[in-house]
Each structure stands twice: as C-alpha cells, then as structure tokens.
C-alpha cells in the first residue's frame, strides 16, 4: 500500500541547530520532500536559540545537508524546494513574549507539529507558551528521548506535557522504533503461522538483544556521565525492542492495541533485585584500539571525571513472568567502543526432543532467527541441512535462509528511521510513538535495577576499547551454558 501523502502542516523544529536536527531531522525531512512526500503546503520553522541573521541560520543548515546527503542522493533543484519551506527565527524557549514571533510565522490552515529536539526540562515550558497563544487544539507535540532519568522525574515531564495536550496529540519518539527491520518485526511473527506458533517458552529457548556502539562518548561527558548506558540506552532502546520481541499478538494495528501488548511486557518482566543484581555485569573501556586507532579510555576523555563510576556498557539477564515466556532467559547488552557496530536480536530454537544423528554433531542441532537492525539491515534463519556429496553420509551443515534488505531490494531506498517517524507523525498515526505508561512502567523497572547496582557498591568492571567488553559478561551466558552469537 503506498504512502499517503500528508496534508499541509507546519513543523516548528525547537532546536534546530542543534546536532540532532542537523545531523538526522533535516536530511529525513530533505527525503521526504525528494520522495514527493510532502505537501506542496508545508512549511519548516528552524527556531534556536543561537542569536544570528536567519539567512546565515538557513546557510547552516543547506551546508549540513550537502555534508551528509550521498552524491546521488543531493538533487539541486529539490534543495532549493526544500530550503524554500525553511524560515528560521530565534528565540528563547522558555520566554512567554518569543512566541507572538512564532504565532506570527504560523500561516498554514493544517496541524501544528512542534518537535521538541531540546533538552526534556524545558518540554513543559514549550507546552504552556504554545497553549497561552492559542496554539494548543490542533497541535502533535514531539518529545525526543529521554523522558527523564528517572520514575519520578519522567513522571513529571508527562504531567506538564500532559496539562497542555491530550495523549493523543504527543508522540514520544525511539528512532530504534523506525527502522524498517524493526517494523518488520510485526510482519515476521503475526503474518507467518511459521513463527508465531513457535514463538513461546515451548518452542525457544532463550533469546540475545545486542546494540554494540563503536563509538565513545563523542564530546557528550556532561550528558553521558548524567546518564549512563542503562538511561541512554537501555531503559528505552533495548526494552522497546523487547517489548516487539516478547509481547502478545494486538487485536489490531492501531495504536494502542499494539501499546497495551507492549506495557503488558513491561509489567511481566522479573524485577532484578539486590539478590539478583549479580545478574548485571556494567562496564567502562579503558584504552585500546577502534577500528584501527588508539583512542582513549572513558576517564580520559576531554572534560573527563576521573573518579567517575558511570557505566558505558551494562549486560543482564531477565525473564519475563507470563505463559508465554516463562523460563526463557533474555540476554540485554548495550555498549560503547565495542568491537563492532552491531544491532541485533538472536531468537535460539530449542533442540529437537529425540536426536538421531552422529553425536560428534549434536551441537549444530540449534536453529537460530537473526534480526539485524545494522550495520545492514537482514533476517536470517538458520536452519540444518545435509552436506552435500557422495561421501559426506548424513554428515550435517547450518546455512542460513536469508533475506538481506540491501540486497534484495536493490532499487528501492531503505529509509532512515526519522524518515519514517516524521512522515508518521504528519500523517497522525501513533503506533511508532511510544505512550506515557511505558515509559512510566520502563523507568519503574530500570530504577528498581538500578538501586539494586548501587546497593553492591561495585565500581563498572573495565574492558578494552575495541573487545565485546568485561569478561564477566561472557560469563554471564556462558555460565548457563551458552555464548553470545556472533563475538569473534
């Protein structure tokens, strides 16, 4: 089914020349606009903070777009379409008197779209200026991530979005949950009796999410030391994943079907508590060597706190207490300057009940589904056939059945996931967005965890910039008798 192309909307871009708009909103909205997906009616209002000429602003932005836009992809007659819907204003977010410029700026008859692409404190200020000018009825407010750093401090993000807008009308956004792989997901399990008859604790035996960074903190420490790998990383982009993963089949595609399976996960999942907190391996790279250079450790990087006890990586296994799943472990692992970029989840088959070939073999006897979100985007199904010959005997191999999106769509364009998220948003749709109880109900989870890390008083155990991380972490599959897929 074809897109549909959007009415006319106005998007107010709060923090525009920040490095999340430069380096990912406006190429999306760019490939929007060379995909025809944009109405010829809508309008981009870049608003920042940054006092400047609003021509040199919009000169900001077009040179972003030529850095980061392919060759083939930098089609000049639609960069000046695009930069002609631009108009670029600077003002104070949480200054009442800086939004009649704004209002003023609105002229399209259709939705307001104000994202938020600004620090999650000053969401509320945004919410009560845009709903004192009148400009709250026909309004979709998105907020990046995070949504706080905690239960209660998410809590009262929410409550002052919520004083404003109607859940209805606010899109929380994990770009994670954009990916075409990820969207796949829903297709793989619910229109395949293949797999979803499969899909329990009598069928597989565990489950692997791994979202491997090669990067370090990137000039981020203020943010990062703050937050760490669980906030950054785990409380939203692995637990949404195993949400997708785990939950049960929505009665439809709407919205909030497949939000209330999502928030039944998250309230099934094993509380990971001090007696259980050895569970959880958190580490912090030292020294060593990515992708063919010296780089350095987490506590010397520029503005580095020497003292600091802020994991980079964090590795964990939980279970999720439902018919469905119980039993099952489920491996998370998310770190920085790990040996690879890698997003990716591994669901492991059980074996058959009987065995009956060479037992030399036996450990072959495993069929693996593999989901890469990147570096390129794939399903794989690993299944046991014969090898092939005269003098092989029943001698077996594992091959995977693959479909590699790169590959085998050669001439359609994967899109990036803010591609998606904002034709989404456009279109009203909500399903990619996620709801204010899952992130109340993911937070709940993570801080529990969290408390349970800080009653050890561990110091994150260190590992090499460039390795898979703390050995530790291999012991903690390894101890049930299993590796993580694909380390080498």
């Not at 010397?300 to 003292?307: F, G, I, R």
């Not at 669901?347 to 570096?375: C, D, G, M, T, V």
């Amino acid at each position: 089914m074809p897109a549909i192309i959007p009415e006319a909307v106005t998007l107010a871009l709060f923090g525009a020349q920040g490095d999340l708009a430069l380096r990912k909103l406006f190429p999306a909205l760019y490939q929007l606009d060379r995909a025809s997906l944009l109405h010829e009616g809508t309008r981009v209002l870049a608003l920042s903070r940054r006092v400047g000429d609003p021509q040199a602003h919009k000169a900001r932005i077009e040179q972003a777009l030529r850095q980061r836009l392919l060759r083939h992809e930098l089609d000049e007659r639609i960069l000046e379409r695009f930069c002609n819907r631009l108009d670029c204003l600077t003002m104070d977010f949480q200054c009442a008197t800086d939004y009649e410029a704004l209002k003023s700026k609105i002229t399209t008859q259709g939705p307001l779209i104000a994202y938020c692409a600004t620090p999650a404190k000053v969401f509320g200020a945004i919410c009560e200026h845009l709903a004192a000018h009148g400009l709250a009825e026909q309004t979709r407010i998105v907020l990046e991530k995070p949504i706080g750093h905690d239960l209660r401090s998410s809590q009262l993000i929410n409550e002052a979005v919520a004083r404003h807008f109607p859940e209805s009308q606010v899109y929380r956004i994990d770009h994670y949950l954009g990916k075409e792989t990820v969207q796949n997901l829903i297709a793989l399990r619910f229109a395949n009796s293949l797999f979803e008859t499969q899909w329990d604790q009598h069928h597989i035996s565990h489950v692997e999410i791994t979202v491997a960074e090669t990067v370090g903190i990137e000039g981020r420490w203020g943010y990062f030391d703050q937050a760490g790998q669980m906030r950054d990383m785990l409380q939203n982009h692995l637990l949404q994943l195993l949400c997708l993963i785990a939950m049960d089949p929505p009665s439809d595609l709407t919205a909030d079907s497949i939000r209330d399976e999502k928030v039944k996960v998250l309230k099934a999942l094993a509380p990971i508590t001090p007696e259980h907190a050895k569970q959880v391996i958190r580490g912090q790279y030292t020294a060593g060597f990515s992708q063919g250079k010296a780089v350095p450790g987490y506590l010397e990087e520029e503005q580095a706190n020497s003292n600091s006890t802020t994991e980079t990586f964090i590795a964990l296994r939980t279970e999720i207490r439902n018919w469905r799943w119980s039993g099952v472990p489920f491996y998370l692992r998310t770190g920085k300057r790990m040996a690879q970029k890698l997003s990716q989840i591994v669901i492991h088959f059980k074996e058959p009940p009987f065995y009956i070939f060479a037992p030399e073999q036996r450990s072959l006897i495993n069929n693996r589904l593999i989901i890469r979100l990147q570096p390129d985007e794939c399903i794989a199904l690993h299944v046991m056939t014969k090898e092939q010959g005269l003098d092989k005997g029943m001698q077996l191999r594992r091959g995977p059945l693959q479909l590699n999106f790169s590959e085998a769509y050669q001439s359609v364009r994967i899109p990036d996931a803010y591609e998606r998220l904002l034709l989404e948003v456009m279109q009203g749709n909500q399903n990619l967005f996620v709801r204010k109880d899952e992130v109340e109900y993911a937070w709940r989870w993570c801080d529990q965890l969290m408390a349970s890390c800080t009653c050890l008083g561990d110091r994150p155990k260190a590992y090499s910039a460039g390795s898979w991380g703390p050995m530790a972490s291999i012991a903690l599959i390894t101890q049930d008798g299993r590796s993580w897929y694909g380390d080498f």
